[in-house]
């Protein structure tokens, strides 16, 4: 079964500093991979995605990640932390077998970010 | 354009009691989900629309958990009775299977809060 493990579920960086939280998943077939984020009593915002192509993702917000096959890991990172990225964290992952598949999230990495 | 809205956001009961949520999802999406947030967790899905089809409940809980979808628009989910196992963020999202690239972008609401006493 499709699983997606975080690595870390509190992250603390200062502002100014390089953010990475880790995501693996476990599967044969490289998923559709998927990175949210939730801010406190909001729902989840999609940050970025892959589905194919280019395996480095760029998104909103100045987040990237880059998709390894070899390490099937999605890590994703941001190059200078903002007091405004603290929020959850949600890697997911979509089985590509045919037809449609469901999400399956990761527990979430909160990231906290100290002056 | 409006988001996933949802209502109440926050609901307390007692054990025992019934309880509705309601999602009004984006308007045109014609896929809807239903998910289970409990704390410290990511998000697992109960239920999933095409359009007004439920095409997988595998994981509802159907002794006490129900949803509908009427008219493929907004959607009810419901639990009842209510346990206090049930407290937990019950979280909407909606998406476009149109244009279909394997799996759709959902967008999620703000979710409603549940506390079971």
């Known amino acids: 079964a499709q699983s997606v493990t975080q690595l870390g579920s509190h992250v603390s960086v200062s502002e100014g500093a390089l953010v990475l939280l880790r995501c693996n998943y476990s599967?044969?077939?490289?998923?559709?991979l998927f990175w949210y984020v939730q801010y406190p009593n909001q729902g989840l915002q999609l940050l970025l995605k892959y589905t194919t192509g280019a395996t480095l993702v760029k998104g909103i917000n100045g987040f990237e990640a880059e998709f390894k096959k070899s390490e099937t890991s999605f890590h994703l990172t941001k190059p200078s932390a903002h007091m405004s990225d603290a929020a959850e964290y949600f890697c997911a992952v979509s089985p590509r077998s045919g037809g449609y598949n469901k999400l399956i999230f990761g527990a979430g990495t909160r990231l906290a970010v100290h002056p | 354009e409006a988001g996933v809205v949802q209502s109440p956001r926050y609901k307390i009961i007692e054990k025992k009691q019934p309880v509705a949520f309601w999602c009004n999802p984006i308007s045109g999406h014609n896929t809807l989900y239903w998910y289970l947030q409990n704390l410290g967790q990511g998000p697992e899905l109960l239920i999933r629309y095409e359009n007004e089809e439920a095409v997988d409940d595998s994981q509802l809980p159907k002794d006490r958990f129900s949803a509908e979808r009427l008219k493929g628009v907004d959607s009810t989910l419901k639990i009842q009775p209510a346990e206090l196992g049930d407290s937990a963020v019950y979280l909407c999202a909606s998406g476009d299977s149109s244009s279909f690239s394997g799996t759709d972008t959902q967008y999620f609401g703000p979710g409603t809060r549940l506390t079971v006493l």
């Open positions: 599967s044969s077939v490289p998923p559709y």
